[in-house]
């Protein structure tokens, strides 16, 4: 982000967005949290967290809620023990819940399908823990897990915490060397795997890749393996073991122990400006505290609601809300082990139909792809169960919220796009569906006991209208505790930049509008100087989304030598739309009109695709690299190699007029 701050009228142009929806009658009037909450809260924090912390069963209750005595190394429900597993699981069993539904699972073959009540994920976590500790898992030794969304994956998560193993879940689309990498930096005794999964339609292993890292490091002793696909695999008889030999024979009894509050969770790996990914350390109890009251407060969860989180297991959204929010609020959730169109594109649609999902939480990723297909598809299922969407992973645009909320939600359901982080462990900034008006685009205001805020290079809060850096101001529950074997990188990276005022610097540009309400622009770096103004990556790929011939599109900053940077868009048309002779300069002055004439592209070029990682982020780096003609960086993290060069090998189009 530049030093100097915007002008009011570069911010006056970029913020256009009237469309306001109320919250509906019913679901306000019965809603978890009103509106009280946020000054029950303000008046006193930690009293609110408290009583959200007796959300949860507690084997010994905590001195002190917040030691503060340390920073930034704080610690949250000091003296407590619990444990996470016994309070996802175990508890609801012994509250008469052992036959409630916890998990639909959705195998990718159709038919292929399992669920699992709250009394089966007992006993199956309770035959894990047993069996991971016959492996020699002791307390504080740490797995990793490197599997499909199969309930094996949950149910390892779980018996990981049960005997205070601290897991770390890599995503299985990571490579063997990033795999390697991670068992390293862990240090991981044990990995629990499996033999493949199903993708697209055919099985796809993932064995190999632990085979494979396992010659990178030796710091592995086991590798449990679950049987999902059936395919051959390589076998090493000194470390492999299969679960269906170790677990399946192990006793349904365990008890679990209390761990302190403090007690590592677990670490999950996230990318930073360097290379090294830094492993995320959340702990128990703060964490389980606010994962839990966010899932029930802003999903407004009731006891027969069916909740479904799209996400992977292998990132943090699949951790705090497929497993420790929803499971320590003893939901009904769906968990899919496939992609969104095998074996065809209303497949997740089905899913919502047959299994009369009423929350769904999703990424703007793909819900701009369904955009990109036309309401048709999802217009041939039954969703009328619906009755919130949520929304996370990076900004969605006011385009997109409104196509969600009106193709998917029926024009009755809320749509809460929530603001957070691996770091931050949970939910902070998000409207409540019982309280807040919505602005498609916006996030809008720190949860109650949240303090976040916009502030200038110095740290002092910007007035509403202005744009600045997103901080987060007090200590809150479920933050990390620090990078895995590195204290000084966690001072440096998060609360180095506004020492002098303690805050928690998120890495992410946001602007207050005129009511003071946050829209997050996206990280920094993807903030541009275009001739003095600052301009959102962002904001300019809402612009152009918001045209009726666009399905997706992703803007970067590329060096110009008349205005530092220039805008340079990649753009992706929607399917079958009649596009014209002169789409380019209808896109540009489309932008111009939206936005203003400062915002007004460069250069656009029309792609088939866009690159992006595994996770479904646009790689603007690599974008960059084309924009300013240069060889192409780094590709390893791509979901798809071979796109950069198709986009390398179109031609960009000068729309200057
Ligand atoms: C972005 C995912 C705008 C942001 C939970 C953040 C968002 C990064 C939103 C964290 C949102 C996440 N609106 N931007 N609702 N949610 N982001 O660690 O840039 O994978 O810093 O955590 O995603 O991504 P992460």
């Keep these: ?24 009658a019913e679901l306000a009037a019965d809603a978890n949290v009103k509106a009280d909450a946020y000054d029950e809260a303000a008046s006193d924090r930690e009293a609110f967290w408290a009583k959200a912390a007796d959300r949860l069963t507690w084997d010994t209750k905590w001195d002190k809620v917040l030691d503060d005595s340390k920073p930034p190394f704080f610690k949250w429900f000091t003296g407590g023990k619990l ?3 016994y309070n996802c699981v175990d508890r609801h069993v012994e509250n008469g819940k052992g036959d409630k539904v916890a998990i639909h699972w959705v195998g990718e073959p159709e038919d292929d399908t399992r669920d699992l009540t709250y009394a089966d994920l007992k006993r199956e976590v309770s035959k894990a823990a047993n069996a991971l500790a016959s492996l020699g898992v002791a307390t504080g030794d740490r797995v990793a ?3 499909p969304m199969i309930p094996e994956a949950v149910i390892a998560m779980l018996a990981c915490a049960r005997i205070g193993a601290p897991h770390t879940v890599v995503f299985g689309g990571f490579s063997a060397d990033s795999l390697a990498s991670r068992l390293d930096d862990c240090n991981a005794k044990v990995v629990v795997t499996s033999d493949g999964g199903y993708r697209r339609g055919s099985p796809a292993a993932l064995k190999p890749a632990v085979d494979e890292a396992l010659t990178k490091t030796d710091v592995v002793e086991k590798v449990l393996v679950v049987r999902r696909t059936g395919q051959d695999v390589e076998w090493n008889d000194d ?18 122990e209390a761990f302190d509050a403090e007690h590592p969770l677990y670490v999950m790996y996230t990318s930073g400006t360097t290379g090294k990914p830094k492993g995320i350390l959340h702990t128990t109890g703060g964490y389980l505290t606010q994962a839990s009251y966010t899932h029930w407060s802003v999903f407004d969860l009731k006891d027969d609601d069916v909740y479904w989180c799209t996400a992977d297991i292998g990132w943090v959204t699949g951790h705090s809300y497929i497993v420790y929010g929803p499971l320590a609020n003893g939901v009904t959730q769906v968990l899919y082990e496939g992609t969104p169109d095998s074996p065809e594109r209303g497949r997740w649609w089905k899913i919502v139909q047959e299994h009369k999902v009423s929350i769904f939480y999703t990424a703007p990723t793909a819900i701009r792809s369904f955009m990109k297909q036309g309401p048709d598809v999802p217009g041939r299922f039954d969703m009328s169960s619906l009755r919130i969407l949520g929304s996370v992973g990076e900004p969605i645009n006011p385009e997109a919220y409104v196509w969600y909320r009106h193709v998917i939600g029926g024009d009755r359901t809320p749509v809460v796009d929530t603001w957070w982080q691996t770091e931050t462990g949970a939910m902070m900034i998000s409207p409540l569906p019982g309280v807040t008006a919505g602005k498609p685009g916006s996030a809008m205001k720190a949860l109650p006991g949240i303090d976040a805020d916009v502030v200038d290079d110095e740290g002092n809060s910007v007035p509403n209208g202005s744009g600045g850096y997103l901080v987060v101001s007090s200590p809150w529950p479920s933050m990390l505790r620090t990078i895995w074997g590195d204290d000084d990188r966690y001072v440096d990276t998060y609360w180095s930049r506004f020492k002098a005022k303690g805050f928690y610097f998120a890495g992410d540009g946001a602007k207050k509008d005129t009511d003071g309400d946050i829209w997050v622009l996206g990280r920094v770096d993807d903030v541009m100087n275009v001739s003095g103004h600052r301009l959102s990556t962002t904001e300019i790929e809402s612009a152009l989304v918001s045209h009726p011939c666009v399905a997706e599109a992703a803007v970067v900053g590329a060096t110009d030598a008349d205005t530092g940077q220039a805008v340079v868009a990649y753009v992706i048309l929607r399917e079958g739309v009649d596009q014209g002779e002169h789409i380019e300069k209808d896109l540009s002055d489309h932008v111009r009109k ?24 646009i790689m603007r780096r690599l974008l960059r690299d084309v924009a300013e003609k240069r060889d192409i960086g780094d590709t390893t993290t791509l979901a798809d190699s071979s796109i950069m060069e198709l986009i390398s090998a179109g031609q960009a189009t000068s729309t200057e007029d």
């Design 1 to 24: 982000m530049s030093e100097e701050t915007p002008t009011s009228e570069t911010l006056a142009n970029l913020l256009k967005e009237n469309r306001r929806f109320e919250p509906p």
């Design 83 to 85: 444990n996470a597993a």
């Design 145 to 147: 897990i490197y599997m």
């Design 239 to 256: 470390k492999d073991v299969w679960w269906h030999d170790v677990v399946d024979s192990a006793s349904e009894d365990h008890t679990p």
């Design 594 to 617: 939206e936005i203003g004439p400062i915002a007004k592209p460069r250069s656009i070029m029309i792609v088939p695709e866009l690159p992006k990682t595994r996770s479904g982020k």
